[in-house]
């Protein structure tokens, strides 16, 4: 059976207008007028007029798809990054093709050169946390492929990215906790080679310097996973005879601190206030309810995809170009653990 998908000359014959006319009133382009764009919007979504995506990549010489690795889909900081993205990119004619990592080096080896085979036009990342080698990005930037990283970051190479304010953020909640009243503050941080966690525990850190000059040393614990609180409960709990205060990279990391504080005997925010980092909806859920930083996950999402974008449009030579970076500002949400 012969397909009856309309095309843009179907609607320009239909409405006795030029193809040009046509194409311009379907983006809404400021030459044409807002009835002649509104008569020819009105009309294609009545024929069910879709834009042929195939043809727009020749014409333009890519794909007008984007390649998206994230560490974990379920994550709500990611996910919410994920609806930032293909919001901003399907409003803008761009398909998206998603991959996850699963915080796996290997993996996310893999997601680049599958994501590449299919010949998207950019790449959104970011990365694992186990990656510690980051050549498969260091040869992306080579070939000029634009690649924008979220959230995390590659220190190794100059690409555009963006970020929230870790340092800040950790300053802030952990300054909060100080002004509460706690005095002997554990961090329990996370890797050290991403600057995620390098920021946050430097945040945590300037805090205390700029309140306790002479603050305790040795507050530390490598801990930013439910699992790892399990394991290394033993260290968490003789720490807790010493501490008021602890706050975690993560707020899932803070949630389980919390479960295991209160299942020996510790009241929060009582005996040990808790505070954690991101604002997920898990932290308005427990009791008591966690004190954290809010991140905007799909603001970044929907900057990251605009900025991944204009690099396509400006087609700037990988000499001529400069790397951009957004910072999101974090926001303290006080709520009852700290």
């Given at each position: 059976?012969?397909s009856?998908k309309a095309?843009i000359?179907?609607?320009?014959?239909?409405?006795?207008?030029?193809v040009s006319t046509?194409?311009?009133?379907?983006?809404?382009?400021?030459?044409?007028?807002?009835?002649?764009?509104?008569?020819?919007?009105?009309?294609?979504?009545?024929?069910?007029y879709?834009?042929?995506?195939?043809?727009?990549?020749?014409?333009?010489?890519?794909?007008?798809?984007i390649?998206?690795?994230?560490p974990e889909?379920?994550?709500?900081?990611?996910?919410?990054?994920i609806?930032?993205i293909?919001?901003?990119a399907?409003?803008?004619?761009?398909r998206?093709?998603?991959?996850q990592s699963?915080?796996?080096?290997?993996?996310?080896?893999?997601?680049?050169?599958?994501?590449?085979d299919?010949?998207?036009?950019?790449?959104?990342?970011?990365?694992?946390?186990s990656?510690?080698?980051?050549?498969?990005?260091v040869?992306l930037?080579?070939?000029?492929?634009?690649?924008?990283?979220?959230?995390?970051?590659?220190?190794?190479?100059d690409?555009?990215?963006v970020?929230?304010?870790?340092?800040?953020?950790?300053?802030?909640v952990t300054?909060?906790?100080?002004?509460r009243g706690c005095?002997?503050?554990l961090h329990?941080?996370?890797?050290?080679?991403?600057s995620?966690g390098?920021?946050?525990?430097?945040?945590?850190i300037?805090a205390?310097?700029e309140?306790?000059?002479?603050?305790?040393?040795?507050q530390?614990?490598?801990c930013?996973?439910p699992?790892?609180?399990?394991s290394?409960?033993?260290?968490i709990?003789?720490?807790?005879?010493?501490?008021?205060?602890i706050f975690?990279v993560?707020?899932f990391?803070a949630?389980a601190v919390?479960?295991?504080?209160?299942?020996?005997?510790y009241s929060?925010p009582?005996?040990?206030?808790v505070?954690?980092?991101?604002d997920?909806?898990?932290?308005?859920v427990?009791r008591?309810?966690?004190?954290?930083?809010?991140q905007?996950?799909y603001?970044m999402?929907?900057a990251?995809?605009?900025?991944?974008?204009?690099r396509?449009?400006?087609?700037?030579?990988l000499?001529?170009?400069?790397?951009?970076?957004?910072v999101?500002?974090?926001?303290?949400?006080?709520r009852?653990?700290g």
């Amino acid at each position: 059976m012969k397909s009856t998908k309309a095309s843009i000359r179907d609607i320009a014959e239909a409405l006795n207008v030029s193809v040009s006319t046509v194409s311009r009133a379907l983006k809404n382009h400021p030459d044409i007028s807002d009835a002649t764009c509104k008569k020819v919007q009105e009309y294609a979504r009545k024929v069910h007029y879709r834009p042929n995506i195939l043809a727009l990549g020749l014409k333009h010489q890519r794909s007008m798809t984007i390649g998206v690795i994230v560490p974990e889909i379920v994550h709500h900081f990611f996910s919410s990054i994920i609806s930032g993205i293909e919001d901003l990119a399907y409003g803008e004619g761009y398909r998206v093709m998603m991959c996850q990592s699963n915080e796996d080096y290997l993996r996310e080896v893999i997601n680049v050169q599958a994501l590449m085979d299919h010949r998207v036009d950019g790449l959104l990342v970011s990365i694992s946390k186990s990656t510690l080698d980051h050549q498969h990005f260091v040869d992306l930037v080579n070939q000029g492929i634009p690649l924008v990283f979220m959230d995390r970051a590659s220190d190794e190479l100059d690409a555009d990215r963006v970020l929230t304010n870790d340092f800040e953020g950790a300053r802030m909640v952990t300054t909060h906790l100080l002004k509460r009243g706690c005095r002997k503050i554990l961090h329990l941080a996370g890797p050290q080679h991403l600057s995620v966690g390098r920021e946050r525990k430097e945040g945590y850190i300037q805090a205390l310097r700029e309140y306790l000059p002479e603050h305790p040393e040795d507050q530390v614990i490598r801990c930013d996973t439910p699992e790892k609180v399990k394991s290394r409960q033993t260290k968490i709990l003789a720490a807790a005879q010493n501490i008021d205060g602890i706050f975690c990279v993560n707020d899932f990391t803070a949630v389980a601190v919390m479960r295991l504080l209160q299942d020996h005997g510790y009241s929060i925010p009582g005996d040990i206030a808790v505070a954690g980092f991101g604002d997920d909806p898990l932290a308005s859920v427990v009791r008591p309810m966690l004190t954290t930083v809010e991140q905007r996950g799909y603001d970044m999402g929907k900057a990251a995809a605009r900025m991944l974008i204009n690099r396509l449009t400006d087609k700037v030579p990988l000499e001529e170009y400069t790397p951009q970076e957004k910072v999101f500002p974090a926001f303290l949400k006080v709520r009852e653990s700290g």
